[in-house]
């Protein structure tokens, strides 16, 4: 089973900021199935990233996905206050499709 | 439009059993495998079991193997969630996803809005 450990548990930062989210796995994601979510508190899960660096339709172009392997970052360059949110990634490359534990955005 | 409308949550006793239901519409739902994943309260989100688009391939996490069984009916357009033995630890808000990619090796795309499991006495 692969473990995905975010780091780091709360990010505190102000809009128009840059945020920088790290997911790491326990062992190699292979052909860099991992995705990213962000969740709203009361809503389901959206897709942001998928393949590790492929936005998802009518995401934003200030998010980005990076990373292979074991290493992997979401990278949100200038901080809207709609980005204020809870951000899980997950690995598809094999069962169980595990999710990382989450990383909360909050507003500084 | 895709949606995914999940239904048959509710409060159950524990040992109980309750059978949730995915309602899909907007896309082929014979193409695509589907997933059930779940978010206990104040918690993150765990993924629960995932169908392929055949049905003829189901895959659990361990900690419901055993127990959830997984299944669809494409005339239906409906994917279920059986849940026997109920134990408290599976109190949670339940989702529906639509996978996209290879097969059964998908992320996914479009969510349901949830419907809501408690186990408690």
């Known amino acids: 089973e692969i473990v995905l450990t975010q780091s780091p548990g709360t990010l505190s930062l102000s809009p128009g900021e840059r945020a920088t989210l790290s997911c790491r796995a326990s062992?190699?994601?292979?052909?860099?199935?991992l995705a990213w979510y962000q969740q709203k508190p009361g809503q389901a899960p959206r897709l942001l990233i998928y393949?590790?660096?492929s936005r998802a339709t009518g995401i934003p172009d200030r998010f980005s996905g990076s990373g292979s392997g074991t290493d992997f970052t979401l990278t949100i360059s200038r901080l809207d206050p709609e980005d204020f949110a809870v951000y899980y990634c997950?690995?598809?490359?094999?069962?169980?499709?595990?999710f990382g534990q989450g990383t909360k955005l909050e507003i500084k | 439009e895709v949606q995914l409308l999940e239904s048959g949550g509710g409060l159950v006793q524990p040992g109980g059993s309750l059978r949730l239901s995915c309602a899909a519409s907007g896309f082929t739902f014979s193409s695509y495998a589907m997933s059930w994943v779940r978010q206990a309260p104040g918690k993150g989100l765990e993924w629960v079991s995932l169908n392929s688009g055949s049905g003829g391939n189901t895959y659990y996490a361990d900690s419901v193997k055993g127990r959830f069984t997984i299944s669809r009916d494409n005339s239906k357009n409906t994917l279920y969630l059986q849940m026997n033995s109920l134990r408290a630890e599976d109190t949670a808000v339940y989702y529906c996803a639509k996978m996209q990619g290879r097969g059964v090796l998908g992320y996914m795309d479009v969510w349901g809005k949830g419907t809501t499991v408690t186990v408690s006495s």
């Open positions: 393949g590790a660096s």
């Open positions: 062992q190699s994601v292979s052909s860099s199935y």
């Open positions: 997950q690995q598809y490359g094999s069962s169980p499709y595990s």
